[in-house]
């Protein structure tokens, strides 16, 4: 994304499509027990409901910036891949002891998260912010609305409910600065990121 101003990292968000709950279970023992790398604050899971994705979150996702995360996020992933491969050829941690499972009903995908952020427009005025607010930013896709005093498409976020996951959703959301700098910020699949925000960038003539 350097071509629009932004820069991208790991989000140190990951969904598992396909998994359950004894997959699920495999793979995060397995992660956390060949895990070596920088303090990323564990990984905190959203089990999945009735046919539904898995989403995991380092527990120090909201820095996902810091260096040391994005070191931590690179390992996760690649445990996690690893951990992914081993389940979908059969192998299974039961009470802790291997079982394999022949043949494997898993193909389970792993699919990590990006972020980005940056400037994506300077010296917006307050009328033209209005104008995009009120003619240009609705029509775009997967409009949501406004949340928390920012325009947001494709979803809000994380939701946590008493110190616990309830809601994983992509989002971008775009904030206007005093001094007319347009903020961008987005989370979400590299591909759906790479999809959309070029039709942002189209609507708002940057």
């Known amino acids: 994304m350097a071509e629009l101003g932004l820069h991208g990292a790991l989000a140190g968000i990951y969904v598992l499509r396909g998994a359950d709950v004894a997959a699920l279970d495999t793979i995060v023992q397995v992660t956390a027990e060949g895990y070596e790398g920088p303090d990323v604050g564990g990984l905190d899971v959203m089990a999945p409901g009735a046919g ?3 989403w995991l979150l380092l527990g120090r996702w909201m820095d996902c910036f810091a260096d040391e995360v994005q070191v931590g996020a690179g390992i996760v992933l690649a445990r996690l891949r690893d951990a ?5 050829a059969g192998t299974l941690r039961v009470r ?3 079982t394999v499972v022949v043949p494997s009903p898993y193909q ?16 917006i005025s307050q009328a033209s912010w209005s104008h995009w607010l009120h003619d240009v930013f609705p029509h775009l896709p997967s409009w949501i ?6 325009p947001h498409w494709l979803g809000v976020g994380v939701r946590l409910e008493e110190g616990q996951i309830e809601q994983v959703t992509p989002y971008v959301r ?3 600065r005093a ?4 903020l961008l ?3 979400a699949e590299d591909a759906v990121l790479r999809a959309w925000i070029p039709l942002l960038k189209a609507a708002i003539g940057v």
Do not use: F, K, Q, Y
């Open 52 to 54: 539904s994705d898995v």
């Open 84 to 88: 992914v491969s081993m389940v979908n």
């Open 96 to 98: 802790g002891e291997a």
């Open 108 to 123: 389970i995908e792993v699919v990590p998260w990006a972020i980005v952020h940056g400037a994506v427009a300077e010296g």
């Open 145 to 150: 609305g406004m949340h928390m005093g920012a």
């Open 174 to 176: 775009l904030d206007r």
């Open 179 to 182: 001094d007319g700098t347009v």
């Open 185 to 187: 910020t987005g989370v």
